[in-house]
């Protein structure tokens, strides 16, 4: 799996059931502070959760398997994932005040990592 631009590696056994593999991955996620997600499992189903409020959760890119087998990347045999695009976060940072610190200074660029009509 992939979240961002970061594998995120699990090991798992022919045995380990479905609860037991979404703990693994969901702890892996967690142990790593880098990650954009913080990770929670019920019923052998992860929820992810973005670490920062607001709209730009919602373009975390999810992956699987990104390389295919040709890279090394397989799902395990008997394992059924299915991913959803992050979603539900609401909101953008107030500007007001970054803009008003430029003050008269003239810039050629500003980059803003906001793609909504506010913010723009």
Same mark, same amino acid.
């Given at each position: 799996?992939?979240?961002?631009?970061?594998?995120?590696?699990?090991?798992?056994?022919?045995?380990?059931?479905?609860?037991?593999?979404?703990?693994?991955?969901?702890?892996?996620?967690?142990?790593?502070?880098?990650?954009?997600? *913080? =990770?929670?499992?019920? /019923?052998?189903?992860? &929820? @992810?959760?973005?670490?920062?409020?607001?709209?730009? !959760?919602?373009?975390?890119?999810?992956?699987?398997?990104?390389?295919?087998?040709?890279?090394?990347?397989?799902?395990?045999?008997?394992?059924?994932?299915?991913?959803?695009?992050?979603?539900?976060?609401?909101?953008?940072?107030?500007? *007001? =005040?970054?803009?008003? /610190?430029?003050?008269? &200074? @003239?810039?050629?660029?500003?980059?803003?990592?906001? !793609?909504?009509?506010?913010?723009?």
């Amino acid at each position: 799996m992939y979240i961002g631009d970061q594998r995120i590696v699990a090991s798992v056994a022919k045995s380990n059931t479905a609860n037991t593999v979404a703990t693994e991955l969901s702890n892996a996620i967690n142990s790593n502070q880098a990650l954009p997600v *913080t =990770a929670a499992v019920e /019923a052998a189903e992860i &929820t @992810l959760t973005a670490r920062h409020k607001g709209l730009i !959760g919602n373009n975390i890119p999810l992956a699987l398997n990104y390389y295919a087998p040709a890279g090394g990347e397989k799902t395990p045999p008997g394992l059924n994932v299915s991913i959803a695009a992050m979603s539900g976060g609401t909101g953008s940072p107030d500007m *007001t =005040a970054v803009i008003t /610190a430029m003050g008269d &200074t @003239l810039f050629d660029f500003i980059g803003l990592p906001f !793609g909504d009509t506010d913010s723009l």
